[in-house]
DNA sequence: CGACGGGACGC
DNA sequence: CGACGGGACGC
């Protein structure tokens, strides 16, 4: 029953997966379960009953483990009767638990998703990306009113709610499996009339309390500087050429067009052509192949889309179309990485990388932007510069830093902690003379404490050692459905 | 009209 | 001593 999970049957998480049924007296639980159980993981149903005479109030919650699950099965049994001579069920999303309001909860307020995307996104991308899981009533990007720039934030309206509720299931999936940088991070957006910013179940505790004044909060911590990044880039040469073919072949069970295809593998660039297999009636043979200008891309594009769910639920299969290229060679790996360390600075940073993205289109001879070497003074020698790893990278070990007297510059930490290998980020707390350095390999980390601990950059004295575990109760979104 | 129970983590 | 990053729409 319901004792297998307790945490998430408890609440109201994740949001929108309870609903509220308006019955009759006469219709049980047991009844519900029949009628409701095809939709989804259902995780309690509760049929709300008098204290004292235990009779029904002809009211009951169903809580599913996936919004998906719950407005799928709203849709479905608003207005159906259950049992010959009864009225007819109303199904509704319920309120959570906090809010206290008792009011219907409309389509209109889980219809609409609010997203975080790539700043290079136009309204089409945005499109392409969403109408896998329903016809899109619309879609905009949220832009700086004189610059025309992109916030990098869109809102996506669809018909039903259990299409923004897949569009946002996925769109986390995508943010934990780090399978895409497509858009993630997607959020039921707040009704536009109402206030924004204020309360919202997903960022804020359950018990909504008053949160202090962040002084540094205007800060944008996310924009870091990358000229690191590309310190150790460049190496492969030139000894791939561009007339040699990189065909990759997609293979899909689940039908889809060769649009679908062209969108999502033009996300990469680089891509020259993009065409169904068809057999001589025209008809799909299910396959399209797309080839890339170049080797990494293809390469990468292998890597990331290979078992990539699209659309939800159908996993494509993507192989390389044999031309005797072997990229399992260091060039191959090499291009790769390029190409990754071009997209996440591309895709990152905003049109300012246009120029970049253009170069490696015609198999990215263009040299790596200078390196803007940072002066370190310290009395241990160090390693020579690596390369950064993407952002999302999944990080193996995490480090506290203490700096005394204050904190190095985020470029200085990056010189340094980048020459242990495998670094992610570096993160520094505002306000604070501590920070986080990530790392994607254990030993690279413990390279960096065992060399560091203690040692004086720059005049600042430093303590390295192993993160503690993130606190509990930080805003990310718990997966529990 | 039609809205919130029962049971109780695991060091 | 020294602890955890980003979010909103011209009506």
Redo the contacts with the bound molecule.
């Keep these: 029953m319901?004792e297998s999970n307790?945490n998430s049957?408890?609440l109201d998480e994740p949001p929108n997966s309870r609903l509220?049924l308006?019955t009759s007296k006469s219709i049980t639980e047991e009844i519900i379960r029949e009628h409701f159980t095809d939709f989804g993981e259902i995780q309690?149903?509760?049929v709300?009953?008098d204290?004292h005479t235990k009779e029904s109030?002809?009211?009951a919650?169903v809580?599913f483990a996936r919004s998906s699950q719950a407005c799928t099965a709203m849709e479905e049994m608003h207005g159906r009767t259950l049992v010959e001579g009864t009225k007819p069920i109303?199904v509704?999303i319920?309120?959570?638990?906090s809010?206290?309001?008792?009011?219907?909860?409309e389509d209109e307020e889980l219809t609409r998703?609010?997203?975080?995307i790539p700043k290079t996104f136009t309204e089409d991308n945005l499109k392409d990306n969403f109408k896998v899981y329903g016809d899109i009533e619309y879609a905009?990007i949220?832009?700086n009113?004189t610059t025309g720039d992109s916030?990098?934030?869109g809102?996506v309206r669809f018909h039903k709610p259990s299409q923004a509720a897949k569009a946002i299931e996925n769109c986390d999936k995508n943010?934990e499996l780090q399978v895409m940088f497509v858009a993630?991070?997607?959020?039921?957006?707040?009704?536009?009339?109402?206030n924004?910013?204020a309360d919202?179940d997903?960022?804020s505790t359950p018990r909504p309390e008053h949160v202090p004044n962040?002084p540094g909060?205007s800060s944008?911590?996310?924009a870091?500087e990358s000229s690191s990044s590309y310190s150790g880039g460049g190496g492969g040469g030139d000894s791939w050429s561009s007339d040699i073919t990189h065909c990759l072949v997609v293979s899909s069970r689940a039908t889809i067009t060769q649009e679908q295809i062209y969108s999502l593998f033009d996300l990469i660039p680089g891509m020259d052509y993009c065409e169904m297999q068809r057999d001589q009636y025209g008809f799909s043979k299910g396959q399209v192949v797309v080839r890339y200008s170049n080797l990494g891309s293809s390469v990468y594009a292998r890597e990331k889309l290979h078992g990539f769910e699209y659309p939800p639920g159908n996993r494509l299969s993507v192989a390389y179309v044999d031309d005797g290229e072997d990229r399992t060679s260091p060039v191959g790996k090499m291009a790769m990485q390029l190409v990754a360390a071009q997209m996440m600075s591309v895709v990152?940073n905003g049109p300012s990388g246009a120029q970049l993205l253009k170069s490696s289109t015609q198999g990215f001879s263009a040299p790596p932007p200078p390196l803007q070497k940072a002066r370190v003074q310290t009395d241990v020698t160090l390693p020579s510069l690596k390369k950064l790893l993407p952002?999302d990278t999944v990080a193996k070990e995490?480090l506290?830093v203490?700096f005394?007297p204050s904190p190095l510059p985020i470029d200085v930490l990056e010189d340094v902690f980048c020459r242990f290998g495998s670094l992610i980020?570096?993160?520094?707390?505002?306000s604070?003379?501590?920070g986080?350095v990530?790392f994607a390999e254990r030993k690279h980390a413990h390279d960096a404490i065992t060399m560091l601990h203690g040692r004086v950059i720059n005049g600042v004295k430093l303590?390295v050692?192993?993160?503690?575990?993130?606190?509990e109760e930080?805003?990310k979104?718990q997966r529990t459905y």
């Design positions: 319901d307790r049957s408890y509220f308006v309690d149903i509760w709300v009953k204290k109030k002809g009211v919650f809580k109303k509704f319920a309120q959570s638990r809010s206290g309001s008792h009011r219907d909860v998703i609010f997203v975080m905009i949220i832009r009113k916030k990098g934030l809102y943010g993630y991070r997607a959020i039921i957006a707040e009704p536009r009339t109402k924004a910013s919202n997903y960022f962040d909060s944008f911590l996310f870091h990152w952002p995490r506290f203490i005394n980020d570096v993160y520094l707390v505002p604070r003379n501590v986080y990530k303590k050692m192993l993160a503690d575990p993130p606190r930080s805003h979104r």
